[in-house]
């Protein structure tokens, strides 16, 4: 199984909208929870400049509303998390706060790294 069918098979069992890049909404459109992601690589070279493997990067931003949108975020990014490392994932770092993006959006972002 590829990196990116990994990714979608996690995703997908989030049972939430997802998108790849930021996504643009109709006004009135915008769902109480979803997830948009970002994905960038490095590869790692042998001293010849041949490929050895490549570690890939993606940044999840998850995106709540309503009461309790914190705790929702974070029970998002919990089960995500678990997922994720479950299949190989390394969680590097994370970040929370509200969203210009989508005002009154509580906004929660987590990074991992996958190396194959």
Do not use: W
């Not at 690589?41 to 490929?51: Q, R, W």
């Not at 590097?92 to 005002?103: I, K, M, N, Q």
Request: with cysteine; proline share 4%; glycine share 8%.
């Amino acid at each position: 199984m590829s990196f990116f069918d990994t990714l979608d098979e996690v995703l997908s069992a989030l049972e939430i909208p997802y998108y790849e890049g930021q996504p643009e909404f109709a006004e009135g459109d915008v769902p109480d929870e979803f997830v948009s992601y970002s994905v960038y690589d490095i590869p790692k070279l042998y001293g010849c400049g041949i490929e050895l493997a490549t570690t890939y990067y993606v940044t999840v931003n998850i995106y709540t509303s309503g009461e309790d949108k914190a705790q929702i975020a974070d029970n998002i990014s919990a089960v995500l998390t678990t997922l994720l490392t479950e299949k190989g994932f390394v969680r590097r770092s994370g970040s929370f706060g509200l969203t210009d993006d989508f005002p009154s959006y509580y906004h929660r972002i987590v990074e991992f790294g996958y190396c194959e």
